[in-house]
């Protein structure tokens, strides 16, 4: 008869099995680490989530129309022995080209002062202050471009040499029009790249998941006109040209894949 003792064996027993498990714990703490310490580890999906495999496509819409609004921004700059007499001279000079806007017919609204500066003006050697400058600066906005030239040369006939165009730039009021035009041929693009991608990889695809825009339109660089002399006198029309801008939208379109 043996003299062991069952319950002793059992004890044995589920301290092995105990040793064991800590044993699997300590080697499973250390997967995943990279090295830094930390540890990762993926997660299962909730329950009901499907990831969904997808074909991204991107495309550009751009479209042209003509401008039907242009900005101008006039300036009055004078010079006087005093900062008094510059800004005297000034004021009467930025009075007229204002009253000459209004009389050209553009609205009370659309007449905006955009800057006025008084600074010293030195001689050769800097120490010593031989004038002043004055520049008073309004943007004014034109609805009817057929007028622009003629808005431009009334401002001029009034300011003579103390005119200046710092440059104009044209917009279109409405461009909503132009927008859907764009974003349709844009999501075609980009469609139409999935579909590339997807039958060069033998895929078959589905429906559209999602279509988004993205990035912003730049507005248009101003156009720099000379007329710093006076036009008046009969003389033609300072020529004003919108020509045509271009306006580009951006999508990015995710198609399910079959």
């Known amino acids: ?27 499973g703490a250390g997967c995943g680490d990279d090295g830094s310490g930390s540890s990762s580890a993926q997660v299962a999906p909730r329950p009901g989530e499907v990831e969904v495999r997808a074909v991204t496509g991107t495309g550009t819409g751009r479209v042209r129309g003509t401008p039907d609004t242009m900005t101008v921004e006039l300036g009055v700059e004078t010079r006087a022995p005093t900062a008094q007499e510059a800004m005297a001279r000034n004021a009467e000079k ?40 004055v520049v008073n600066s309004v943007t004014a906005t034109l609805h009817q471009l057929e007028q622009a030239g003629a808005v431009i040369d009334a401002a001029a006939a009034v300011a003579g040499d103390d005119i200046r165009v710092h440059g104009v730039y044209f917009s279109i009021e409405d461009t909503s029009d132009l927008v859907a035009r764009a ?22 695809l589905g429906d559209v998941i999602s279509v988004e825009q993205v990035g912003d339109e730049a507005p248009p660089p101003p156009i720099e006109v000379d007329a710093s002399e006076d036009s008046g006198g009969g003389a033609a029309s300072t020529p004003i040209e919108p020509g045509s801008q271009e306006l580009t939208v951006d999508v990015v379109v995710r198609v399910e894949i079959d």
């Open 1 to 27: 008869m043996s003299g062991r003792n069952p319950r002793a064996g059992r004890n044995t027993r589920a301290a092995a099995v105990a040793a064991l498990a800590g044993l699997a714990l300590f080697a």
């Open 94 to 133: 930025a009075g007229q080209v204002n009253e000459a806007l209004r009389c050209a017919g553009v609205a009370e609204d659309d007449i905006q002062t955009s800057n006025l500066s008084v600074n010293p003006v030195f001689n050769d050697t800097g120490e010593t202050i031989r004038a002043y400058q």
């Open 183 to 204: 974003r349709r041929e844009a999501v075609e693009r980009a469609r139409a790249e999935a579909d590339q991608l997807a039958a060069a990889a033998g895929l078959e």
